[in-house]
Every structure is written in C-alpha cells, then in structure tokens.
C-alpha cells in the first residue's frame, strides 16, 4: 500500500517571502504521479501542480515549483512570492499510473498560513 | 471550462436516514470517484467507478455505501443508514482517458448526520 507523509501540520511565512512544504511517500510502484492541491477555507480541492515520475525535470506552474527527488521519494512544494491568497491546506497525493483506478492517495496535510 | 458540479452543497439528516450525494461529472470522463474529508483530517479515498463497475472500494465503503451511474451523466452516492460518524465533506472526482490526468474535484457536499 502507497503511504504519503507530511510532517509540517501547520506552516507560516510572510507575503511576498518563499516557503517550502514536505512531503515524502513509500511505494514500491515505479510508475506513478505526484500532486498538489490545494485546499482554500472553501474547501474546494484545487490542483496546484503534478509531477510525473518518469520525467526528471521538475515541475514548476509560475510561482509553485517542486523538488522531486525520487530515490529519497520526497516530493516539496516551493511557493514563491507569497500571496495571502495563498493561505490554505496544502495536500501531497499519489496516484498510480496504470491499472483501472487511478485513484489518489493523500497525505494529512500541511495548513499554511501567509501573514501580512 | 467544463467542471464537475455536485448538489447539495450542504446536507443535514437524521441518523439512520437515507440519504444521496449527486454528481454530475465532467462530460466524456471515464473514471469516477468519491472522497470523503472527516473536519479537520485527510481527504480518503471511498471508491473509484470505471466501465459501469466499481473498480476498488476502500474499506470505509462497507455495505451502507452503494454508488450508481443511473442514466450516463450522474453520479451517485448513497448511504442507507447514516451514522453520526458520516459526518463528513464528501468529494466527486472525474478523470479523463488520458494517462497521468489528475483528478478533477466537485465543490463537495456536506453532510451533516444529527
């Protein structure tokens, strides 16, 4: 079974400063996707950004950037510039590639909190 | 931009109602599924829906669960007889053929067991 771990529950970082959440995962799995979403106070789950596996480069979408290190299967979100829009929880989820499922297993979560 | 949409947004029953979450997933999706987020904890997965089967079921998905695609748009979960424990945010997804597409999430509902 695919295990995601956070192990920030609770972040806080200044507007316009760069934070970095953790997550690493175990899997014995060697083809699989990585993912970000995000979680506002309207808890709408809204994907930040996606990783997969097989690619080496990391992923970025403007401000939000990862660092993917597969041997350590640890997978960090960088937020750059932070907006207090930002302010929300952040989950890491796993997903295998293949099968008929594809379904998302997710971490516990990280809450970060951007401060004026 | 097409999304998935669900209704209600909010649900309040008593326990050992019946009661049905609706969701209408992304048109030409093939894979459905239902997350559930308890307050304040992670969102788990329930079920996962493909070819008009279920494909996995968690083990939170005992026999009070069912889901249903009844007429090729909407998607359906229902829970026989709520318990208080239900209480929960309970989330739609739909993805896509392509390989590797993320998940897209519904709005959620909430439901509320009293």
């Known amino acids: 079974a695919q295990t995601v771990t956070q192990s920030q529950p609770e972040m806080s970082v200044q507007e316009a400063e760069t934070v970095t959440l953790s997550c690493t995962y175990d899997?014995?799995?060697?083809?699989?996707?990585l993912f970000w979403y995000k979680q506002p106070p309207s808890r709408q789950m809204i994907l930040v950004i996606r990783?997969?596996?097989?690619?080496?480069q990391n992923a970025t979408e403007n401000r939000f950037s990862v660092n993917f290190q597969k041997a350590a299967k640890s997978f960090s979100l960088k937020i750059s510039d932070s907006q207090l829009g930002d302010t929300a929880m952040y989950f890491c989820a796993f997903m295998i590639w293949g099968g008929s499922n594809y379904k998302l297993t997710f971490g516990k979560g990280t809450l970060l909190t951007v401060n004026p | 931009e097409p999304e998935v949409t669900q209704t209600p947004s909010h649900q309040v029953t008593q326990m050992g109602q019946e009661v049905i979450l609706r969701c209408v997933p992304i048109s030409n999706h093939l894979y459905f599924y239902w997350y559930r987020q308890i307050l304040g904890q992670k969102v788990e997965f329930l079920v996962s829906?493909?070819?008009?089967?279920?494909?996995?079921k968690s083990e939170i998905f005992d026999d009070q669960f069912s889901v249903e695609r009844p007429d090729g748009s909407n998607f359906t979960l229902k829970i026989r007889s709520t318990k208080l424990e239900d209480s929960a945010m309970y989330f739609c997804?739909?993805?896509?053929?392509?390989?590797?597409?993320?998940?897209?999430f519904g709005p959620g509902t909430r439901l509320t067991v009293l």
């Open positions: 899997t014995s799995e060697s083809n699989y996707y």
């Open positions: 990783q997969e596996a097989y690619k080496q």
């Open positions: 997804a739909s993805r896509g053929g392509l390989a590797g597409g993320q998940g897209f």
């Open positions: 829906f493909y070819n008009n089967e279920i494909s996995e």
